[in-house]
């Protein structure tokens, strides 16, 4: 497993944009399958982004479709969370999560496929 730590959440209003950040505590953060997870009060958790090793393939929930980016930087050991024309309904706590290896075979959008979770970070947009 490797460790995780969210950063860049807060409070912003509707239509605004932040930056979510994922660091890894180990430089082999390259070989992992990563992957954004959030969770709002009352509700489970749900996917929203996932990315290849490579940073070449992107896989995003219809909900953040045109609006979330994510993207890696693996000499910074960092996956990045880009957030924008956000909405209330996207008030949540956003995790990262990592694979050892690529799902083959296995649903990238399952909380099951994911060895390695971070603590979460709040977001919340105010309307």
């Known amino acids: 497993q490797v460790q995780l730590v969210e950063s860049g959440g807060g409070l912003v209003q509707t239509g605004d944009s932040l930056r979510l950040s994922c660091t890894a505590s180990?430089?082999?953060?390259?070989?992992?399958?990563m992957g954004w997870f959030r969770q709002a009060p009352g509700k489970e958790r749900e996917f929203v982004v996932a990315?290849?090793?490579?940073?070449?393939?992107?896989y995003y929930a219809d909900s953040v479709k045109g609006r979330f980016s994510i993207s890696r930087d693996n000499a910074e050991n960092t996956v990045y969370l880009q957030m924008n024309s956000l909405k209330a309904e996207d008030t949540a706590t956003y995790y990262c999560?990592?694979?050892?290896?690529?799902?083959?075979?296995?649903?990238?959008?399952?909380?099951?496929?994911?060895?390695?979770w971070g603590q979460g970070t709040q977001v919340t947009v105010s309307s």
């Open positions: 999560a990592a694979r050892a290896s690529y799902p083959s075979g296995i649903p990238y959008d399952r909380i099951e496929t994911y060895d390695s």
């Open positions: 180990e430089p082999t953060l390259r070989s992992y399958f």
């Open positions: 990315i290849t090793q490579s940073g070449y393939g992107s």
